[in-house]
């Protein structure tokens, strides 16, 4: 069996079904009728222009814009909309295109930062370290030392985020999504601004989340041979219309893609590299 084939008798049910999503600002149509689904144990990319409406998209899944159309069915249950409490209750976690850490703290306080919800002792008991908020605590802390050995960090815990280099802030940034023990993952440009070097690295940790938690993930990101590199399936968008969604070797091939990307306007001929 082939590295595809291998990875597509392990993905399962279909977790996440998007359903005839519109999205507006006003006059700026942001999303348009977009339907899509993401399967359980998939690695799912949305690629397209800027302007394109990717972040947008993934805003409507974890509740922060609501569409105007269409529905959010996730594991089963529909949604006319998210809202943001609940998707994190549901176990949708996200890292942000522009980072959205507290700078001046450690990157071991930033982590723990993502573990708040799942923490039941309330602040007050925590703050004073009475008896189970003690004892929680502590399993919570190991929790987030498991994160931080995972993606390799362990030499800068104690640092302030705001003096790492930005390919490690991107890493914390990804540590405080998966201190949610999240279901589905979803990673706004988690490459942006890096080096060939801190892409690799990245797109191995991605590669690892999903492989050794079975998180299911959906990643926005530039550059091809990433998308191309580790996703099972890509969605495409261009002015908020979904222009083509399949395998990657399908969405390569196909020809509205090819126009969106080389910006040939249609009717023309398409050169095919
Ligand atoms: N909060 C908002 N208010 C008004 N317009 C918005 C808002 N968020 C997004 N838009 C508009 O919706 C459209 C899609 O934006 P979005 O950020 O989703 O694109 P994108 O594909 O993520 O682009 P990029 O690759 O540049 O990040 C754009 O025209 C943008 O200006
Ligand atoms: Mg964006």
Do not use: C
């Amino acid at each position: 069996m082939n590295a595809s084939s291998a990875r597509e008798a392990r993905m399962g049910q279909v977790l996440l079904d998007l359903q005839n999503l519109s999205l507006s600002f006003g006059g700026v149509k942001a999303l348009t009728d977009i339907s899509f689904d993401v399967r359980e144990h998939e690695i799912r990319a949305i690629i397209g222009p800027n302007g394109a409406g990717k972040s947008s998209m993934l805003n409507v899944v974890n509740g922060v814009y609501t569409p105007q159309q269409g529905r959010i069915v996730f594991d089963g249950k529909p949604f006319a909309r998210m809202n943001p409490r609940r998707a994190a209750e549901m176990g949708v976690a996200r890292t942000f295109q522009n980072l959205a850490l507290f700078k001046g703290m450690s990157v071991l306080d930033n982590i723990m930062s993502g573990r708040n919800l799942r923490m039941k002792s309330g602040l007050f008991a925590q703050a004073l370290r009475w008896g189970p908020a003690e004892r929680e605590e502590t399993a919570h802390r190991a929790f987030v030392e498991n994160i931080i050995d995972f993606l390799e960090i362990q030499a800068w815990r104690k640092v302030p985020v705001g003096r790492l280099p930005y390919g490690l802030q991107k890493r914390v940034d990804l540590g405080r999504a998966l201190a949610m023990e999240p279901r589905l993952l979803l990673l706004d440009e988690p490459m942006a601004g890096m080096n060939m070097e801190e892409k690799q690295d990245m797109s191995r940790f991605i590669l690892d989340v999903n492989d050794e938690f079975g998180t299911t993930i959906v990643l926005i990101e530039h550059d091809m041979g990433v998308v191309m590199d580790i996703s099972d399936r890509v969605v495409v968008l261009d002015y908020g219309r979904k222009i083509g969604d399949g395998t990657p070797d399908e969405v390569r091939q196909n020809p509205e893609v090819i126009r969106a990307y080389l910006g040939v306007t249609a009717g023309e001929p398409v050169a095919h590299a």
